[in-house]
């Protein structure tokens, strides 16, 4: 079995001679394996197609690809995009009194999955002539625990209540305040608990409109819990969140919700560990095919996921599995040479009357200082500071060294293409090698800076900055938007670029995971958001880890298999056992 796809934003007909057709050995005998479709694009006959490969290798824009997937999926299709177009195979499963988790990389359909779910989408079912009809959906799932959900859906007999990947779209769909759009969504009365522990009692008076990113997470995620439902849908919980809002949010979603069925798609693993009670695995490639696993444990999902082996289909994801080490080699190295130094300052803002006291310290060669600490604490404030961003209010700054940085929030304004956008730096002789090729930059270049997702933004922004030549490189929240194979991608990246070229970096991010692949050594900073902020100082990944932590409250083991980082459950035997101890990071 096998399915064409046609990546139709980077097919550019008017660019080619229509190399898919013209060396199609099927098309040279006479057979319309590719036809031109209306818009002059191709249309792959897969009945036809023989899987050569020939197109793939043609085409010179990499739009095509010929997928072979096991004969079992044969007829199994739920959803498909267009005449090849994207198809996703298999849905989660909800269940009354369980968090279910989803877990995949971007473009492999999750987000399809929970519209069908939450009712917003009818699956055609592979076909794309019509809609498919309620009776032929139910009759697919027959004999499964979907039958039962897909027939009370179509009669209208369950309420579900979504909330959408996207939030900043909510200031288009609703005028006024968060109090008032709370009110109007509050069906529940768990709202004013849900503010106070959300910490979102001053954010009651603003306008949607004024709210942060991080402000409109909150209110959509009490917006969706609060309402009087059967089902309850979250398609991404955590960006624009620090990891202290996050933990926060998983904390309400599990005890208000606790009797109800629960669907929650979510990228930080340390977050759906501690949330999720099982999990789906969504494989396959990205803009190509997904497809949805049976449920798991969590605990067996995600060291699954990290391993790059699902071993139920046995079928590997991932070349190489994420490895996690319980000492971290590079610790030892007591001795690094010095490339960075900075004097102690203070940044003070008159309007806010925030500040900011800053020690002074130092970074060494080839090291990567992670840096940790809540929203609005003056992390960014920091490294705007460092970068030459904004000068500080009293004292100064003697980073005598060259300076790159990513900044926190990025706009995709520029009306050109990414391969014109990022051959206009200056780029040196590995950076294709070391940092283009990695980030999976060649596969964007056809793409429009204005029409790239979040992810494929902040992939661009990070080998913008990587592409400079200098000794210092700063990235705030590179994480934001990004999958775990992205991140994971990153990881390599940032680690060997630091160590090969033995230059300083500095990484703001609230994925622990994240934090712990790949930092040195941890900066913890502490104080009142949005009224004062300081650093309590750069230790070991042990001692940070333990002073961030228990600041946070939350306990983490290390997964006897894999030695990652999990979040014990609060309150349960082991949370308790290393809160007494005092040790609140085992490494």
């Given amino acids: 079995m096998r399915i064409a796809i046609l990546k139709k934003d980077k097919c550019q007909p008017r660019k080619c001679e229509y190399e898919c057709m013209k060396y199609c050995p099927m098309v040279r005998t006479g057979v319309e394996t590719v036809v031109l479709g209306d818009d002059s694009k191709p249309i792959i006959s897969e009945d036809l197609c023989e899987g050569c490969g020939i197109c793939i290798k043609k085409c010179p824009f990499g739009a095509i690809s010929i997928i072979g997937l096991p004969e079992e999926l044969e007829g199994e299709e739920t959803h498909r995009y267009g005449e090849n177009g994207f198809v996703l195979y298999g849905m989660p499963i909800p269940k009354a009194g369980t968090i279910t988790g989803t877990l995949g990389a971007n473009g492999t359909g999750k987000s399809t999955a929970i519209k069908i779910l939450a009712g917003l989408q009818v699956p055609n079912l592979g076909k794309l002539d019509s809609e498919a009809s309620w009776n032929a959906i139910i009759k697919r799932y027959a004999g499964s625990e979907l039958q039962n959900y897909f027939d009370k859906v179509s009669n209208g007999k369950i309420k579900v209540a979504y909330k959408p990947q996207y939030v900043d ?21 768990a709202s004013k608990q849900l503010v106070g522990a959300f910490e979102l009692d001053e954010a009651m008076d603003k306008d949607i409109n004024a709210l ?34 996050r933990v926060r949010v998983a904390k309400g979603i599990k005890d208000i919700l606790k009797d109800k069925a629960v669907v929650v798609v979510e990228h930080d693993l340390a977050i759906l560990d501690m949330l999720a009670d099982y999990v789906h695995l969504i494989y396959g490639e990205p803009g190509g095919y997904g497809v949805v696993t049976m449920p798991r ?291």
């Avoid at 959509?220 to 624009?240: L, M, N, S």
């Avoid at 290390?558 to 949370?575: F, H, M, V, W, Y």
């Fill in 169 to 189: 779209a909510i200031p288009k769909l609703f005028d006024g305040t968060v109090h008032e759009l709370l009110e109007s969504t509050d069906e529940t009365g």
């Fill in 212 to 245: 942060s990113g991080g402000e409109l997470q909150r209110v959509a995620v009490i917006g969706c819990i609060t309402r009087d439902a059967d089902f309850y849908f979250f398609d991404e919980i955590t960006p624009y969140l620090d990891i202290y809002q």
């Fill in 297 to 587: 444990s969590t605990s067996r999902g995600i060291n699954e996921y990290l391993s790059g082996f699902l071993h139920a289909e046995n079928v590997r994801i991932r070349d190489k599995p994420i490895e996690f080490s319980a000492h971290p080699p590079r610790e030892v190295l007591k001795n690094r040479e010095v490339s960075t130094e900075y004097d102690g300052f203070d940044k003070r803002y008159g309007e806010s009357g925030f500040v900011l006291d800053a020690k002074s310290g130092s970074i060494g060669k080839g090291e990567v200082l992670g840096i940790v600490g809540r929203n609005a604490i003056g992390k960014s404030t920091f490294v705007k500071v460092l970068a030459g961003e904004t000068e500080p209010t009293t004292g100064k700054i003697a980073v005598d060294v060259t300076v790159s940085y990513k900044p926190q929030y990025i706009k995709g304004e520029l009306d050109m293409t990414v391969k014109e956008f990022i051959y206009s730096l200056k780029l040196g002789e590995s950076d294709k090698v070391e940092v283009l090729d990695p980030l999976g930059i060649p596969e964007l270049e056809s793409k429009n800076i204005k029409e790239l997702s979040g992810g494929e933004l902040q992939d661009v922004a990070i080998a913008a900055s990587l592409c400079h030549d200098a000794s210092l490189y700063m990235l705030d929240e590179p994480s934001a938007h990004l999958d775990v194979e992205q991140k994971v991608r990153l990881i390599r990246t940032i680690r060997r670029y630091a160590e090969r070229r033995g230059v300083s970096m500095l990484i703001v991010d609230h994925d622990i995971y994240l934090i712990d692949l790949l930092s040195d050594r941890l900066m913890v900073f502490d104080g009142e958001p949005g009224v004062r902020g300081e650093i309590k100082g750069c230790f070991g990944m042990r001692e940070g880890m333990n002073i961030f932590l228990k600041d946070l409250g939350v306990s983490f083991r290390r997964d006897e298999n894999t030695l990652r980082p999990r979040i014990n459950k609060i309150g349960s035997a082991k949370d308790r056992e290393q809160k007494e101890k005092g040790k609140y990071y085992y490494l």
